[in-house]
């Protein structure tokens, strides 16, 4: 199959493209900036907010799948730059869906667990966003640009995501792994619970995505709902870190320009039941995330 894929330098869209590649499809990435990533597939460097340029890359690529992870996606830097967050995450979303449409391309779009109020988590796919804060809203947005725009569509929603090496700035788990080996103390949310995905794997639920050309909305993201300091203290144990080095605190305790929410995580039900690509376990997801460190470490 032939593929685009967004957002080809970050972290989860540099994974995509190489497990398309190995996959044996033809792969073209779009990212801004220079080709940061290694790998066999093409790639062209679009702002995704030009629409006209959007358009004329992935007509010339002539996919039969569009992958979707490229997004602004510091929240308290949305905060406060409401028109850069809307232009990432929803006008250029509604750039890339109206171009695969117009290829006749399937769509596959990563969202996030954000959508949600956090009020009640872990959330299934049928739950009801209420999003709070513009990195939130300008998501959700996304999404509904996703669906107008290309009908039949997936949502892919995932969370926390983390991989080494980090694929530009530093992801939850590569900093806190910069962090801890280095010997310094880290603040953690002890009362925000969560979803971690090991990028690798959720790079590999959006490729069945888009191979089988599924739609509707999807949980793509760790099999396991914990809280922040029970994830820290488990990658401690992994690593070798000294655990001692976690202060647990209450977000309250700290003035973020953006809400965020706390009891959320997302169920993953419905993929371990219909994709072969099955959510991990954090014990899993951290020996892979430990073994791409060491490995890392010793090229």
């Known amino acids: 199959m032939r593929f685009v894929v967004t957002g080809a330098n970050g972290l989860v869209g ?55 992870p490229a997004s602004m996606t510091e929240v308290d830097a949305c905060e406060k730059d409401p028109d850069a967050a809307y232009a990432a995450n929803v006008h250029a979303t509604a750039a890339v869906a109206r171009a695969a449409r117009a290829a006749g391309a399937h769509l596959v779009h990563v969202s996030t667990d954000y959508v949600f109020d956090g009020d009640a988590g872990p959330y299934s796919e049928e739950a009801l966003p209420n999003p709070r ?5 300008t998501k959700h947005m996304g999404e509904q640009a996703a669906r107008v725009f290309a009908p ?47 990028a690798d794997s959720v790079a590999t639920m959006l490729v069945e995505l888009g191979e089988r050309k599924l739609g509707g909305v999807w949980n793509t993201c760790g099999g396991t709902v914990i809280d922040r300091v029970g994830f820290g203290r488990a990658l401690c ?7 001692s080095l976690i202060t647990p605190t209450r977000m309250a305790d700290l003035k973020l320009a953006s809400p965020r929410p706390l009891r ?36």
């Open 133 to 137: 804060g513009v990195y939130a809203l």
């Open 152 to 198: 039949g569509c997936a949502i892919a929603r995932t969370a926390v995501v983390y991989g080494w090496p980090a694929a530009g700035r530093p992801n939850f788990g590569a900093w806190l792994v910069g962090a801890l080996e280095k010997g310094q103390p880290v603040k953690l949310f002890e009362d925000q619970v969560v979803s971690p995905s090991f």
């Open 264 to 299: 959320s995580g997302l169920k993953t039900d419905k993929v371990r039941a219909e994709l072969e690509a099955r959510p991990l376990e954090l014990s899993e997801s951290l020996a892979r995330f430990h073994a791409a460190w060491k490995a890392h470490r010793a090229s």
């Open 14 to 68: 540099s994974r995509v493209c190489e497990q398309l590649t190995g996959r044996g499809h033809e792969v073209v990435g779009l990212g801004r900036g220079p080709r940061r990533t290694g790998g066999t597939h093409g790639y062209v460097e679009v702002d995704l907010t030009r629409e006209p340029d959007v358009a004329a890359a992935i007509a010339q690529a002539r996919p039969e799948a569009v992958i979707h």
């Open 237 to 243: 144990e992994v690593f070798g870190f000294d655990a």
